[in-house]
């Protein structure tokens, strides 16, 4: 694709959407891989990869993503560090507490969401570029900061999707 196309030319968010977007950016985490993750199981990947919150030890767990607010899921590809998939997009509902029980992680679901279905074509199918700098350890970030630097590599056929 050109790279003239960039993501929100396919999303079409509005000025007032961008600022209250984040885009969670998923890189390979212990030895798991995003889009592989995401391939094996989207809804899994979207959940507990795309909504995930770090536990801190004094229990304030920092709130990353906001009530209201979208989020923009992107899943690095092992072809290449440069090109990540969309995975979904979502409309945060409602933060959730850190589970009484320990999962094993310093993970876990910190959000209840809503799927926004009219961008669900998207998923799976949509690779874009972006340069993550080396040590660069910020996974999410403002829309208004990114979405301008996102250009469209290449849309799959419905067929070659990822989900």
Same mark, same amino acid.
């Given at each position: 694709?050109?790279?003239?196309?960039?993501?929100?030319?396919? $999303?079409?968010?509005?000025?007032?959407?961008?600022?209250?977007?984040? @885009? &969670? !950016? !998923? @890189?390979?985490?212990?030895?798991? +891989?995003?889009?592989?993750? *995401?391939? &094996? +199981?989207?809804?899994? *990947? +979207?959940?507990?990869? /795309? $909504?995930? &919150?770090?536990?801190?030890? +004094?229990?304030?767990?920092?709130?990353?993503?906001?009530?209201?607010?979208?989020?923009?899921?992107?899943?690095?590809?092992?072809?290449?560090?440069?090109?990540?998939?969309?995975? !979904?997009?979502?409309?945060?509902?409602?933060?959730?507490?850190?589970?009484?029980?320990?999962?094993?992680?310093?993970?876990? /679901?910190?959000?209840?969401?809503?799927?926004?279905?009219?961008?669900?074509? *998207? !998923?799976? &199918?949509? @690779?874009?570029?972006?340069?993550?700098?080396?040590?660069?350890?910020?996974?999410?970030?403002?829309?208004?900061?990114?979405?301008?630097?996102?250009?469209?590599?290449?849309?799959?056929?419905?067929?070659?999707?990822?989900?």
């Amino acid at each position: 694709m050109s790279d003239d196309i960039m993501l929100n030319d396919l $999303l079409h968010l509005t000025d007032e959407e961008i600022s209250r977007t984040h @885009i &969670r !950016c !998923c @890189i390979d985490y212990d030895s798991y +891989n995003p889009a592989e993750e *995401f391939k &094996r +199981n989207p809804d899994m *990947f +979207n959940t507990e990869w /795309v $909504l995930a &919150r770090k536990k801190n030890k +004094n229990g304030n767990d920092a709130e990353r993503l906001h009530k209201g607010w979208k989020v923009v899921g992107l899943a690095r590809l092992p072809i290449d560090k440069d090109l990540w998939v969309v995975t !979904c997009v979502k409309h945060i509902s409602n933060t959730l507490d850190r589970p009484e029980k320990d999962n094993g992680t310093d993970y876990y /679901v910190g959000y209840e969401d809503e799927e926004l279905t009219e961008y669900h074509k *998207f !998923c799976g &199918r949509v @690779i874009v570029r972006y340069h993550k700098n080396q040590g660069e350890a910020q996974p999410i970030y403002n829309a208004e900061t990114l979405l301008n630097k996102l250009p469209v590599e290449k849309v799959l056929p419905p067929k070659d999707s990822l989900q």
